[in-house]
């Protein structure tokens, strides 16, 4: 029986899966990057439960939206496997270990190239899905990752810029309600450059913004027209920063507010927050200090007068 309640069962043969062997440390996402988008689910399990590799995965969500499981959550499936290089060193902590013994995963029908939009019918079903995986394991949305950042070379498209990562993460964060749309790179392109699917850079300030933090300020909107943290927040005024004595909390300063991250809600518990709140103002951060500027006509001047100085000395 299906572990999921709005999963159907077709699971695939335990001689392709790792019994009883999942940490449950991180969910990955997949994009099937097959030459049929439109095949539905059940023939995705088919093709695992029959293809020469063995590879699996835990569930496949279809462009209806219909998920079906092919593995179940206690064993590991096998779609994720080894590091290639350049991998996200988030991965480094299992120490070389096999990742299909730590990972649920999931996979999303899609073109060869994963270039798709999901479906709303299928992002919808993703998104729930992955927030109840989240919330069963206690899995915290920065150990949600793409195949990509496991496999980098081979698996770069994997599930493919398409997969809507910051939407997942503003889902997540608000508890899975309905909400406003969050705000996009096209949208803050003048202040923003997009350096990966969950980090921007900050054009006049050179801070980055990412992952939960990223997605909380995308998704701090009041009306449909402002653009979220960047009219409510502005631009960012440092890093992401530890807060002392706080384990696993970090705080970002920005023109109008601090933001914190604290996931086990160590710092502070706002009603209703999720992993991303804002932080108390009587208690900021220090800013980091840029480095003077120098006026060079002013050392020019100063410079000249010395010399006139010593010339009138002489």
């Not at 770069?156 to 309600?177: H, I, M, T, W």
Request: hydrophobic share 35%.
């Amino acid at each position: 029986m299906a572990d999921y309640p709005d999963a159907i069962d077709y699971f695939v043969d335990e001689s392709r899966v790792f019994i009883n062997r999942n940490s449950h440390s991180a969910i990955v996402l997949h994009g099937t990057g097959g030459n049929n988008p439109n095949q539905t689910a059940e023939q995705l399990g088919d093709f695992f439960r029959t293809t020469p590799a063995r590879t699996s995965v835990h569930y496949g969500i279809d462009r209806m939206g219909t998920i079906a499981q092919y593995v179940l959550e206690q064993h590991g499936a096998a779609g994720n496997c080894c590091i290639e290089e350049g991998h996200d060193p988030f991965w480094d902590q299992f120490g070389g270990d096999n990742l299909n013994i730590h990972t649920l995963s999931i996979e999303h029908e899609n073109d060869e190239n994963n270039s798709l939009p999901l479906t709303d019918a299928q992002k919808q079903a993703s998104f729930k899905l992955i927030a109840y995986l989240s919330q069963k394991y206690a899995i915290a949305p920065d150990h949600i990752k793409s195949h990509a950042s496991i496999a980098p070379q081979s698996r770069s498209r994997c599930p493919g810029n398409a997969y809507p990562f910051n939407e997942l993460l503003s889902f997540l964060g608000s508890g899975g309600d309905e909400m406003l749309p969050p705000i996009t790179i096209n949208q803050v392109s003048t202040y923003f450059e997009q350096q990966s699917d969950q980090i921007w850079k900050c054009k006049q300030t050179g801070f980055v913004i990412g992952h939960g933090i990223l997605a909380f300020y995308c998704a701090f909107r009041v009306t449909a027209q402002d653009l979220g943290g960047l009219t409510h927040l502005g631009l960012p005024k440092s890093g992401e920063q530890g807060v002392p004595g706080k384990p696993g909390v970090v705080e970002q300063v920005f023109e109008r507010g601090i933001l914190a991250y604290d996931s086990a809600h160590i710092a502070d518990n706002p009603p209703g927050s999720g992993s991303v709140y804002l932080a108390h103002i009587n208690t900021p951060l220090p800013v980091p200090v840029s480095a003077p500027t120098v006026d060079v006509n002013k050392i020019k001047a100063a410079t000249q007068e010395i010399l006139a100085a010593i010339g009138g000395a002489s």
